[in-house]
Nanobody, 117 residues
């Protein structure tokens, strides 16, 4: 059974940092990524990472502030978020898939990140 379990969300002041974790089980994934859904808005892409960790992609809104990484020995992906802004407030979702391209078929339950001004 495939499971993605996020942790690390919370309340932080603007300019602060948080580190999200996503522990995967049940399968080895070629791609893992993070998405977020701000209040009243559609879910949006944040970052992705390849299986080797050698390829990463970021949304323009988080470039230079967020870093995605993974530990394959632990089957875990991380999202280090620095210089947080109120507009980063959202439910953050971990996503994964066994294919290198296309939609993500596996999703976590989400973790709330709230950035106060």
């Amino acid at each position: 059974q495939v499971q993605l379990v996020e942790s690390g969300g919370g309340l932080v002041q603007a300019g602060g940092s948080l580190r999200l974790s996503c522990a995967a089980s049940g399968r080895t994934f070629s791609r893992m990524g993070w998405f977020r859904q701000p209040p009243g808005k559609e879910r949006e892409f944040v970052a992705r990472i390849s299986w080797s960790g050698g390829s990463t992609t970021y949304a323009d809104s988080v470039k230079g502030r967020f870093t995605i990484s993974r530990d394959n020995a632990k089957n875990t992906v991380y999202l280090q978020m620095n210089s947080l802004k109120p507009e980063d407030t959202a439910v953050y979702y971990c996503a994964a898939d066994t294919k290198f391209y296309g939609t993500y078929n596996y999703w976590g339950q989400g973790t709330q990140v709230t950035v106060s001004s």
